[in-house]
């Protein structure tokens, strides 16, 4: 058990829809990650807050969105789901902010979502 | 576009054969970690290295950052159903704040 919870752990939904995907990092990280996994693109970084703050963007569509909140719980939004959305998402927390690649990261079980 | 690249993608081996994935990036490495998925799991890390040159060993497991610091291997001696998985390599940029995996090396082992 990494420490990380990711709720729900599968989500079925419509094309056009929206969900909400939520994280709770490891008790005191103040960085939260979102990765995307798919079968042809591996992890895809999406976007990295720190301590409630956007701290880095990746590969994230103008359709999805995040937040950090005072709890340091995240939530990533996707909206106008299309089916090439459905994917494994990963949510990672780390200690730090600022290179977080100098410690490891936690990763939590994962969201399936299934866009039909 | 993916920088870190991650050869081969797939390996099949018998039990107790060695094993090898290489990882390389188009652009100098602040340092590069290496995580592994097991099917239906979620990353773990496994190691991160940092100096140049840098060879690290962990049992079986053994981890080389290149003297370039553009790229990595993990070697695995004598092979078991228990390595099974996906090996990812991930390397974070000089000046920069995430982590960009490869591709991950799929290995398979029969006994």
């Known amino acids: 058990d990494s420490g990380v919870t990711q709720t729900p752990k599968h989500l079925i939904t419509a094309t056009g829809q929206r969900v909400t995907l939520r994280c709770s990092p490891r008790?005191?990280?103040?960085?939260v990650y979102w990765y995307q996994q798919s079968l042809d693109q591996g992890l895809q970084f999406l976007i990295q807050y720190y301590n409630g703050e956007e701290r880095a963007k990746g590969n994230i569509l103008e359709r999805f969105s995040a937040q950090q909140f005072p709890d340091l719980h995240s939530e990533l939004n996707l909206s106008s789901l299309e089916l090439g959305d459905s994917a494994l998402y990963f949510c990672a927390s780390s200690p730090r902010g600022q290179g977080w690649g100098t410690t490891e990261a936690f990763f939590g079980q994962g969201t399936r979502l299934t866009v039909v | 576009g993916q920088q870190v690249m991650q050869i081969p993608q797939y390996q099949h081996v018998q039990e107790g054969e060695d094993f090898t994935t290489y990882c390389n990036s188009s652009t100098t490495l602040s340092n590069i970690q290496w995580y592994k998925q097991r099917p239906g799991g979620h990353p773990v890390f496994l190691i991160q290295?940092?100096?140049?040159?840098e060879v690290k060993k962990q049992k079986r497991l053994t981890f080389q950052f290149g003297e370039a610091k553009k790229n990595s291997s993990l070697h695995i001696t004598a092979t078991q159903t228990t390595d099974v998985g996906t090996y990812f390599c991930?390397?974070?940029?000089?000046?920069?704040?995430?982590?960009?995996f490869g591709k991950g090396t799929t290995l398979s082992v029969s006994s």
């Open positions: 290295l940092v100096k140049s040159g």
């Open positions: 991930a390397g974070l940029r000089q000046a920069g704040t995430a982590l960009i």
């Open positions: 008790s005191g990280d103040l960085s």
